[in-house]
C-alpha cells in the first residue's frame, strides 16, 4: 500500500464536473493498493493516517497534533497510478497494482476503518476519471508505504 498524504486547507474531487467529495481543513489521502496487501497493511495505515502529527498546535509551525486532535477532515482518493512504473520505455507499467476488484475491497475497507474513528471522511468514485483541487497546506507532503 501506498499513500500521499497532505495536509490541506481545502480539497475537493470531482467525477464529470460534479462535485462529489470536499473538505475543509484535514488531509487528502491519494490511496494506492497493491498485489499482496493485507489486513495488517490495512490497519497500520489507518493508524498511521490518524495520528500522524501534521498540524501546528500554535504559529510555530511545528508538528504538534494528528488530524484526529484538531477534529480535521479526510478526502481519500483511489490513485492506482501510485504503483507506476516509469523505469523502462515511455509507458508506465502497472504492474505491482493490485487488480481492480481486489484494489476496489481493501479500499472500501480502508475508508469504512478510517470513518470508525468518528471524523468526517470524504471520498472520489474508484476507478473513476477525477479532477481533485487540493489547497495544500505548508506544503506538507509525505508517502507513506508499507
Known sequence: MR???????????SV??????????????????????????????VNKCLTLRLFPKDDQGRFDCSVQEIRGEILVVSQFTLYGDCRKGRRPSFAQAANPAQAEDLYNRFVAR?????????????GAMMQVAIANDGPVTLILER
Open 3 to 13: 499513500i500521499i498524504i497532505q495536509r490541506v486547507r481545502a480539497s475537493q474531487v
Open 16 to 45: 464529470n464536473g460534479e462535485v462529489i467529495g470536499k473538505i475543509g481543513r484535514g488531509l487528502t489521502l491519494l490511496v494506492g493498493i497493491a498485489e499482496g496487501d493485507t489486513e495488517a497493511d490495512l490497519d497500520w495505515m
Open 114 to 126: 478510517l470513518r470508525g474513528s468518528g471524523l468526517t471522511v470524504e471520498t472520489g468514485k474508484f
